[in-house]
């Protein structure tokens, strides 16, 4: 889709209740030899088309993959619903075998798993269930799904007993749909820059189905209740979020999809190494926000990485090569990725 020096592997996962499914594996390898990659990993009726985050990060050597889940984006095939899972679990296969090929056929010894929204809510979960084997070497959330973006009252006791029905008819397609709003501030061809397929990534999504929604509320009861992520985290929101339901210019300086305080209030569960940083003018895709915005996420999600993933304090300090010298520490790329480790 993409075309050089993109290329994709498809992934075969076996057939599930609606036949067979797959995951595709986006590549951009870095512009010399790499020993740590970045994992993207997209969420809520999303696919990889950030290509711009890629060659950011490729530009500073890292190699970069990009994760379509099952019945998302590329992997997405006729006979299937789009973007239903009955658990988000369900996404931990394809997470395994990404990160094997990554690390094993690819040769990585360092991997950072970059999540966006939903896809920072099933990341976190494989992080923690994956703890003791050692995949994974630190987490960029990218306005993570913590919380529904509703009144508490629906979304604790109303969002409870739908979830009842989804366990009963997981397919059902609920009364409610996602706005447009978001939309419109992303695409070229309304109020945004930003061309995608929106065959793939509707302006006002698809169908919310109560099993689905059942599968997100358990992660989320999951992450409140505490999860233990070894590795250290990065999560990054806006600092307001937009809530009408019509346009509005200030949709196109806030989160218009969730809560951001919510991620907030919840980044505290991951585990106990969490970096908070939030971007005034920032979108519910960080990444998608103007110029400056973005620009300001990649600097700083680069000086994070750098310093906790990259060649900065956290990794082991190389011996001196005259036998028996004192063992020569490693200094950070630059100050500021000091600093950051030390925060």
Known sequence: MLGPPYERQTIDLGDDDEGPVVATLVRRRAERPARRAVLY?????????????????????????????????????????????????DYFPELDAAAEIIRTDEGHDKLLVMGHSTGGLIISLWAHARREAGLVDGLLLNSPFFDINAPWLVRRPLAAAVCRLGRRAPHRALPFRLGTVYGQSLHAD??????????????????VRAGWLDAIRAGQRQLRAGLDIRVPVLLACSTRSYRGMR????????????????????????GRHVTLARFDGGLHDLTLSSPAVRERVLAEAGRWAEAFLGTGPTDPAP??????????????????????AEG
């Open 41 to 89: 990993v997209h969420g809520f009726v999303d696919y990889f088309f950030q290509t711009h985050v890629a060659d950011f990060f490729a530009a500073r050597g890292w190699a970069f993959y990009a994760l379509d889940l099952r019945k998302y984006g590329r992997s997405l095939l006729p006979h299937q619903t789009p973007n239903f899972c009955r658990d988000l679990s």
């Open 190 to 207: 309304h109020r945004g820059e930003w061309r995608y397929d929106l065959a793939w990534k509707p302006l006002a999504g698809f169908p």
């Open 247 to 270: 346009w509005h210019e200030s949709a196109t300086l806030a989160d218009a999809v969730l809560d951001v305080e919510h991620m907030v209030r919840w980044a505290p569960r991951l």
């Open 319 to 340: 011996t001196d090569p005259t036998p028996g010298g004192p063992p020569v520490a490693r200094q950070p790329a630059d100050d500021r990725a000091g600093a950051a």
